[in-house]
Nanobody, 121 residues
Framework: QVQLRESGGGLVQAGGSLRLSCVAS????????MGWYRQAPGKQRELVAHVTDGGNTNYADSVKGRFGISRDNFKTSVYLQMNSLKPEDTAVYYC???????????????WGQGTQVTVSS
């Protein structure tokens, strides 16, 4: 059973910083890309940041220059450093990963349970 577990959400004032973490555990052969989506109340889920196993990254335009995504050396964890937070960044943030369970299986996407980030003005 593969699980993704997020941590690091919370309440912060505008202009502040938070660091989200997500750890993948369970039986896995490899992890390809990992990243973060977010969903604000009444809005569609949107991609925030994405990082491949080769280290290539991409970001939503709304967070470029403020957020940074990274992975650990074992590539089972992904982090989202969020700086200069704005009230519009308030959302539930979800970690995802494309995981290959066995050498002969394709990659499937797995999701964490979400962590709330609230930015007060």
């Amino acid at each position: 059973q593969v699980q993704l577990r997020e941590s690091g959400g919370g309440l912060v004032q505008a202009g502040g910083s938070l660091r989200l973490s997500c750890v993948a555990s369970g039986s896995m052969f490899s992890i390809n890309a990992m990243g973060w989506y977010r969903q604000a109340p009444g809005k569609q889920r949107e991609l925030v940041a994405h990082v491949t196993d080769g280290g290539n990254t991409n970001y939503a335009d709304s967070v470029k220059g403020r957020f940074g995504i990274s992975r650990d050396n074992f590539k089972t964890s992904v982090y989202l450093q969020m700086n200069s937070l704005k009230p519009e960044d308030t959302a539930v943030y979800y970690c995802y990963a494309y995981i290959v369970r066995t050498r002969s299986s394709p990659a499937y996407d797995y999701w964490g349970q979400g962590t709330q980030v609230t930015v007060s003005s």
